[in-house]
């Protein structure tokens, strides 16, 4: 294709640029020079292609595409490597294909030396997934089929630019429509007006799936919004991840100072690691450590396996009262389950409480938790907890009645040593009122 292919395919980045495909946010296309030759040589041979691209309905579109030749785009050259990528995402766009990343290599300085993007339809699924013998549901459908159509380009360290050194046309599958083009992965975003008009309708109530709706009805129809509602609970997830990193942890740190002013048995206490970021946190309220002087002499150690929006361990320090009711002595918020870390939570329980230590302490069986039990408290009885013990009999014996009359019994002990223990001073002074009375 001669000069007058490469003034046609301008004319598609300027026509597009201005909105008139419909496409937003490809500004970085100006800078885009199709009549520059580079000044590198080519290292990887050229795939040609004799066919022509379609797949879309409209046939403005469908010109426009089709004046792309080979030729034309391997005289292109980018300033950045996003710009290359963005070139060939608004080109698959309206050819009618989703793209991917694929092979790339970076130096030291971390300088991208050479990146390539493929079609989604690339490669092929390995068949050991296609060998389960006690499949327990249905394989997914097979959608690659071993398409050829990339885009290859190379850092030229004389001109400082990306070449193009590889692009290949053809494809082996049907092209996707220009209704359905944009529902494809690499095409579905939720641009910046959008997250700003769903936050504002987060912020007064609405959920998620509400604000789905009203970006549908807004737009008058699914295929016209543009992304899926799991695009937009991602995007609001993403943006809410940036706001907890970067300040969050002053906001936690200073409303458990705030409760310290409010509260004077109030105990909080954090450490930093070596980045000056949050690792761990530990805090305790009057209730609490009033209730440990009472009742603490059973210490239940509890970790929730990252179940918290933070993604990281909560450890609940708890145990029962004199009518056999669940209490909280402290909580901590760790960022590992490292023995040295469950260490400095129980120094630091026990310096919240005082000094005092728990007689027995019941866990999960977690190794890191029980050698730290084993280092800060060696005289604590340690014992496993009920539900963990009812959970192993029941995968190792299939004894549905040896497995319940279990559960009874272990139920019964464990009352039996609660009243022992947690509430032999609340009986002490049931008798005693009822002996002066």
């Known amino acids: 294709m001669g000069q007058d292919g490469a003034l046609k395919t301008h004319d598609m980045v300027q026509e597009t640029e201005n909105g008139k495909m419909g496409m937003d946010g490809c500004g970085r296309l100006r800078s885009f020079d199709l009549n520059q030759e580079p000044e590198c040589d080519r290292d990887t041979f050229i795939e040609k292609s004799g066919s022509s691209i379609g797949g879309h309905e409209d046939e403005e579109a469908d010109e426009l595409v089709g004046a792309i030749g080979v030729d034309d785009v391997m005289k292109l050259t980018f300033d950045m490597e996003e710009e290359a990528g963005e070139f060939y995402k608004l080109y698959a766009k309206l050819s009618g294909f989703g793209i991917r ?8 300085d971390g300088i991208s030396r050479f990146r390539k993007w493929v079609c989604c339809y690339e490669g092929y699924r390995n068949e050991k997934w296609f060998n389960y013998e006690d499949r327990k549901r249905e394989a997914k459908p097979i959608t690659r089929t071993r398409c050829g159509a990339c885009f290859r380009v190379k850092y030229d360290i004389e001109s400082v630019k990306y070449v193009v050194t590889r692009f290949i046309m053809e494809h082996n599958h049907p092209l996707a429509s220009e209704t359905s083009v944009q529902h494809i992965r690499s095409h579905r975003k939720v641009s910046d007006a959008e997250y700003a008009q769903a936050k504002s309708l987060k912020l007064v109530g609405a959920r998620i799936c509400q604000i789905m709706k009203h970006f549908v009805i807004k737009a008058g129809g699914y295929s016209n919004v543009g992304f899926c509602i799991k695009d937009l609970y991602n995007r609001m997830n993403e943006e809410r991840r940036k706001d907890i990193f970067n300040g969050d942890a002053e906001g936690a740190l200073g409303f ?19 980045e000056g970021r949050l690792a761990m946190l530990f805090w305790a309220d009057s209730k609490s450590r009033a209730d440990f002087s009472v009742f603490g002499d059973v210490l239940v ?8 929006k933070y993604r990281k361990p909560l450890v609940v320090l708890a145990g029962v009262n004199n009518h056999l009711n669940s209490t909280v002595f402290g909580c901590a918020l760790l ?50 907890c009920s539900w963990h013990l009812h959970r192993n009999a029941r995968s190792n014996i299939r ?33 005693w009122q009822r002996m002066s009375g």
Do not use: Q
């Open 101 to 108: 990343k694929s092979n790339a290599k970076r130096d030291a």
């Open 256 to 274: 458990l100072a705030a409760k310290k002013d409010a509260d004077d048995m109030f105990f909080y206490k954090y450490h930093v690691d070596n």
């Open 301 to 308: 150690f509890d970790t929730t396996y990252k179940i918290n």
């Open 335 to 384: 960022s590992d389950e490292r023995i040295e870390t469950y260490e400095w939570v129980l120094s630091t329980f026990v310096e919240a409480m005082k000094g005092r230590k728990p007689v027995a302490v019941m866990t999960d069986g977690d190794s890191a938790m029980r050698r730290a039990i084993k280092n800060l408290l060696p005289d604590a009885c340690h014992r496993l």
């Open 399 to 431: 004894c549905e009645e040896f497995n319940n009359r279990f559960y009874n019994l272990m139920g019964e002990s464990v009352a039996l040593l609660s009243l022992r223990i947690g509430g032999l001073g609340w009986l002490m002074n049931v008798g």
